[in-house]
Nanobody
Framework: QVQLVESGGGLVQPGGSLRLSCAFS????????MGWYRQVPGKQRELVAV???????NYADSVKGRFTISRDNVKNTVYLQMNSLKPEDTAVYYC?????????WGQGTQVTVSS
């Protein structure tokens, strides 16, 4: 059974940085693309960034140039480095993997950007 555990969220001032981590267990991490999503109350969950098993990354237009997704296949962990944070980045951030057409999600980590 795949398990995903996010960490690294918190309160940060506009312009600041945070690094989110997502620890993966229960399967072979290196085989799967991994994604970061975010959700604010009353809105649909949206894709922020995705990284393929080979390390290719894609980003939502709203975070391009500010966020970087990466993975460590030894530590079975995916990261989201978030720089130049804006108040509109405030959301609960979720880690995701699609394994054989089944979506797995972590519990989420809150990111709040506020002065």
């Amino acid at each position: 059974q795949v398990q995903l555990v996010e960490s690294g969220g918190g309160l940060v001032q506009p312009g600041g940085s945070l690094r989110l981590s997502c620890a993966f267990s229960g399967s072979i991490f290196s085989l799967y693309a991994m994604g970061w999503y975010r959700q604010v109350p009353g809105k649909q969950r949206e894709l922020v960034a995705v990284i393929s098993s080979g390390g290719s990354a894609n980003y939502a237009d709203s975070v391009k140039g500010r966020f970087t997704i990466s993975r460590d296949n030894v530590k079975n962990t995916v990261y989201l480095q978030m720089n130049s944070l804006k108040p509109e980045d405030t959301a609960v951030y979720y880690c995701n993997v699609d394994k054989l057409a089944v979506d797995y999600w972590g519990q989420g980590t809150q990111v709040t950007v506020s002065s």
